[in-house]
Each structure stands twice: as structure tokens, then as C-alpha cells.
């Protein structure tokens, strides 16, 4: 079946810092890969997505590549900001609306 | 904003109670799914709803159950309420036919739900 693991959290920077939370998958297809973001008390919000391999999702300064050889959808940030503190998952998608994520990774951003 | 509404925000049952819970969902979208957040996990899918019809089922038991209105709101009902039901549970709105590249669901914020 597919699954997705990413990397334990929480993880803790500095305003500014670079950012990056590892998400590899297992997929019987060639799934959607997406990364969405759960603000204190809020639902889940889509911040990227790619659908096929080499694809670069990218959306207010985050950005992740579709790795197929790797089975990987890393994200990334340059320069995080205390604002982007959130819970961030990793999902895939092989059909119309059903989500497979992982177990969320909580990112502190302090000043 | 996502126009996805959910009610109530909270509720505590007690074991062995049922529970009905309601979302209403972005206008124009007749596809709602259903998933249960439990602490510390990732949300994980319940099942989906499309033209009031049951259009996929995740790994649950026949104690989950749904219904999906004319108007596109739709219900989570679980009956025997057991511990490890405790969650949040959150619905999702989309619009069925288009395919996952130019898909979008969009989420309510969720109810919590914890059971005594």
C-alpha cells in the first residue's frame, strides 16, 4: 500500500534560517506528491504540490522537488520566519481526493 | 477561509454513545471526504462521498458512516464510541472530474472529538 514517512519533529530555528524537512515515499503508481501546512486551531492548507517527477512545487518562499529515483519530496525554505511556524505534512495522492499523508512535522521558528 | 464549515468545533461523548458530526461544504463542490486526525498523526482518510453516494472507504470500521445531502453538506456518524476514537476529524470539499493535477480539497478546520 502507499505510505509516507517524514522526519520527526519538532524541529526549532532561528528567524532566517534554512529550512528543510525530509518526506520519502512508497507508492504502488506515479502518485501526486503535495505538502500542505495545520496552523494552531486551523484546518490543513495545500502549500505545494507537484504531479510528476521533476516537477518543483513552490509557494511563498517554500519549495520541493519530485524525486522518482530518490522516492523523495523534500521541502525546503531559505529564510523561515517565525510566522511559518506550523505543523507541516507531507501527502500523496493516486486518485481523486483521497490523501495519504505522513505524521507531520512541527517547525518552531523563534526571533 | 476555505468556506468548508464544520459543527460542533468540540464534543466530549462517553463510550459506547454515537456521534454525529456535520460539515457544509465550499459552494459548487459535490465531493466531501472524510478524515480522522488522531494526536500526533497524520490524518487519515475515512471515506468520500460523491452525489450522495459512498465513492471509497479507507480502513474503518462499518461503525463509520456517512451521508451526503442534496445540498452537499454532509454527516460523520460513529456509533459504539470507543477510546481510541478520540481525534479530530476533518472534512474536505472538491469538485469531482478534475484530475489530481489541477485537484484542490479544501479543508475545515475540524471537530475535535474526545471520547471518555
Known amino acids: 500500500g502507499n505510505s509516507v514517512t517524514q522526519m520527526e519533529g519538532p524541529v526549532t530555528l532561528s528567524e532566517e534560517a534554512f529550512l528543510t524537512i525530509n518526506c520519502t515515499y512508497t507508492?504502488?503508481?506515479?502518485?501526486?506528491l503535495f505538502w500542505y501546512v495545520q496552523y494552531p486551531g486551523e484546518g490543513l492548507q495545500l502549500l505545494l504540490k507537484a504531479t510528476k517527477a521533476d516537477d518543483k512545487g513552490s509557494n511563498k518562499g517554500f519549495e520541493a522537488t519530485y524525486r522518482k529515483e530518490t522516492t523523495s519530496f523534500h521541502l525546503e525554505k531559505g529564510s523561515v520566519q517565525v510566522s511559518d511556524s506550523a505543523v507541516y505534512f507531507c501527502a500523496l495522492s493516486e486518485g481523486y481526493s483521497t490523501l495519504t499523508f505522513g505524521k507531520g512535522t512541527m517547525l518552531l521558528v523563534s526571533p | 477561509e476555505t468556506g468548508v464549515t464544520q459543527s460542533p468545533t468540540h464534543l466530549i461523548k462517553t463510550r459506547g454513545q454515537q456521534v454525529t458530526l456535520r460539515c457544509s461544504s465550499q459552494?459548487?463542490?459535490?465531493?466531501v471526504s472524510w478524515y480522522q486526525q488522531a494526536l500526533g498523526q497524520g490524518p487519515q482518510f475515512i471515506f468520500q462521498y460523491y452525489r450522495e453516494e459512498e465513492n471509497g472507504r479507507g480502513n474503518f470500521p462499518p461503525r463509520f458512516s456517512g451521508l451526503q445531502f442534496p445540498n452537499y453538506s454532509s454527516e460523520l456518524n460513529v456509533n459504539a464510541l470507543e477510546l481510541d476514537d478520540s481525534a479530530l476529524y476533518l472534512c474536505?470539499?472538491?469538485?469531482?472530474?478534475?484530475?489530481?493535477?489541477?485537484?484542490?480539497?479544501?479543508f475545515g478546520s475540524g471537530t475535535q472529538l474526545s471520547v471518555l
Open positions: 474536505a470539499s472538491s469538485t469531482a472530474g478534475q484530475s489530481p493535477t489541477n485537484e484542490k480539497l479544501f
Open positions: 507508492a504502488t503508481g506515479y502518485p501526486s
Open positions: 459552494s459548487g463542490h459535490n465531493t
